[in-house]
């Protein structure tokens, strides 16, 4: 009829790119996504109230992505703004200094196409630091299924190598926007408590890291994963096998995080520690 518009259908994947101050690599990560063998997507980069050149890089792009921007409120709060502002029903996360290949997308779609009762998958991935290939230790080595409790020691999820359905986000909640790091390790230990995650054991990303600005190399970081298992410990999801799992856990990066903070006289701050420590060795509530 005149006058009507036709709908544009939604895209069935939706990619999110949160970024900030990254006009560096930025480019990189969007073209290797511009370059999937698989088409069907939509491309959301969320600008993390970036104060060099990311802005204009991106705008150069035009069409091909929907640019968001917001004030600097840190990695969690632009994955859940791309969240909120994304169409399809898969979601695939890219962090801004990591790069997919060419069949990443079309690998992961598939594997949703040939599994409906999944719900988040991810791939393995190629490690390059400071520009040089590196294998990954037996620790970080990606398992799939029920990945809990290996889980709690170290996150074993990357997202940049998931995809998951965005249903999953009314189960188990967003990213957490009160952490300023280990955010990704918060939400995967509330998806992996109680969902499979599957892996496709190809390579299909490049993670890499050794740059200053890698959230990652901070110190201090088991203070966050500590607020985050107590947390979980708190929300009453776990089984008493994860809970007991979760409380060992705890009462070890506790201990390490509180040493930290007394060798730099912060000793508030390890006291607080020490004391959750003590109530996950007897087991209290949180």
Known sequence: MPGTHAIEPKPPVSVIIPTFNRAWCVREAV???LGQEFSGFELIVVDDGS???TPQ??????SALRMLRQENRGVSAARNAGIAAARGELIAFLDSDDIWLPGKLARQVEFFRRHPEALICQTEELWVKNGCRVNPG???RKRGGMIFEPSLDL???????VMLRRGLFHRVGLFDERLPACE???LWLRVSCRFPVELIETPLIVK??????QLSRAWGLDKYRADSIAKLISSGMLTPD???AAEAVLRQKCEVYAAGCRKRGRHADASHYEQLSVGARDGKPF
């Open 208 to 213: 890499r890291g050794g740059h200053p600005d």
């Open 242 to 244: 994860q809970r007991r």
């Open 51 to 53: 104060s060099d050149e």
């Open 155 to 161: 996150c074993l999820v990357s997202p940049s190598a």
């Open 57 to 62: 890089m991106l705008l150069a792009y035009g």
């Open 184 to 186: 990704d390790y918060d």
């Open 138 to 140: 037996r620790r970080h």
């Open 31 to 33: 073209d290797s996504v």
